[in-house]
């Protein structure tokens, strides 16, 4: 099972923007997402074609199952 990081945010044009890390480490810890968040928003460092990040929408942990399914 693949699980993923994923930080939301929104841009100036009130549009989501979002960057997924894999492997998280767990048991995440809010207060240092929410930080790294502030940080990436504080350093203006990524641009979308809908200008720039501006402020957070949220984060989660997406997981991702995969089947292998024979074909006879």
Known sequence: MAKTLELQ???DDNKPFSIT???P???VDPAAISAAMDT?????IFTTS???LVSKRG???VERNTS????I
Not at 68 to 71: A, C, E, R, T, Y
Request: charged residues 20%.
């Open 9 to 11: 945010f929104l841009n």
């Open 21 to 23: 890390l894999s492997d």
């Open 25 to 27: 480490v767990e048991p």
């Open 40 to 44: 990436l928003l504080a350093q203006n």
């Open 50 to 52: 809908g200008g720039d």
């Open 59 to 61: 984060a989660r942990i």
């Open 68 to 71: 292998d399914i024979v074909i």
